[in-house]
């Protein structure tokens, strides 16, 4: 499938030679709202509808905010579910969760045929629901403007390419227990600002993601030390040691000045500062991943040693 035929067409077709019944795939997706129906090509982010949506019971809707669809025409001689339309939507989930700065999750997808009739099982994995419930940035939205469905399109093919390994891990930390989604952060910024890094990892990473982010001296400063806070932080956690115990004031004052944190450290208990320190991690690893996405040739050990060097 090339990447324009996907985006082009109404419908997701399974196979052209054995056409079945129009279906669609539906899931919760937590963490993100709209405000109207976000749709590209057969993928649609709208606003959940109460009277029309029939989700089995017990599905975790305690951060719904909007569903994510899928329509698409079935195979005639056996269901899809499980191939094709279970990977679009997936991906898109993944390309959604880059776009938008909020911890986000989806539920197991569930098919219907047009006449309201479920078929099949559900499809999916349950490790792409939202571990945790609390975040600062709960529910954010994702603005319906064709500047993002640009976006969401070079997002959804970049899942396939180079950068699949880190966005994979951004994706798994997005739906994990936020300490431990520490480390998949930080292996995804590996993947794009350590990569082939052998020697002074945390150093030459901080100051690539310093220099990538940091558009004077004084923040690259800042963003300096929020890189090898976290990184240091996830070498703790990977080692058992008590992951708050040895965090820099700098890294504190960093997070403060730059706007990813607010509030009196000296009053938080270990518990919410790891939670902080998670949402932190997060917020950076998405805006580099999105600098990668945008463009792709910074995956580059060249390029990159010139970023390093502020070249």
């Avoid at 580099?288 to 970023?307: M, Q, T």
Wanted: hydrophobic share 40%; proline share 3%.
């Amino acid at each position: 499938m090339h990447n324009e035929e996907l985006f082009n067409h109404p419908y997701l077709i399974c196979d052209e030679k054995d056409q079945g019944l129009k279906t669609k795939g539906i899931c919760i997706f937590n963490g993100v709202q709209v405000s109207e129906p976000f749709t590209v090509g057969p993928i649609t982010i709208r606003p959940f509808n109460k009277d029309t949506d029939h989700f089995p019971e017990g599905i975790r809707r305690d951060l719904q905010y909007s569903v994510l669809e899928l329509s698409y025409i079935d195979r005639a001689s056996a269901m899809s579910m499980y191939a094709e339309p279970m990977w679009v939507q997936e991906t898109t989930f993944k390309a959604i969760q880059l776009m938008v700065n909020s911890w986000a999750g989806i539920s197991l997808i569930y098919h219907f045929r047009e006449t309201g009739e479920q078929v099949g099982g559900a499809s999916g994995s349950t490790r792409f629901e939202t571990a945790d419930t609390e975040s600062v940035h709960a529910g954010a939205i994702l603005a319906v403007t064709e500047e993002n469905k640009d976006l969401f399109k070079i997002a959804f093919w970049a899942c396939f390419g180079d950068m699949k390994h880190a966005i994979s891990r951004h994706s798994r930390a997005c739906s994990e227990i936020k300490d431990e989604s520490i480390l998949d952060f930080v292996i995804a910024l590996e993947a794009t600002l350590g990569y082939k890094l052998n020697s002074e990892i945390a150093h030459r990473l901080a100051s690539r993601g310093a220099f990538l982010l940091g558009v004077d001296p004084t923040v690259r400063e800042k963003y300096y030390c929020i890189f090898k806070a976290i990184y240091n932080i996830r070498s703790h956690i990977a080692h058992g040691d008590v992951a708050t115990s040895k965090v820099p004031e700098a890294f504190v004052d960093a997070i403060t000045t730059l706007g990813y944190w607010s509030g009196d450290w000296s009053k938080e208990i270990d518990l919410f500062r790891i939670r902080y320190i998670a949402d932190v991690a997060r917020q950076v690893t998405r805006q580099v991943l999105l600098k990668f996405i945008e463009k792709p040739e910074l995956l580059n050990e060249e390029a990159l040693l010139k970023l390093e060097l502020g070249l």
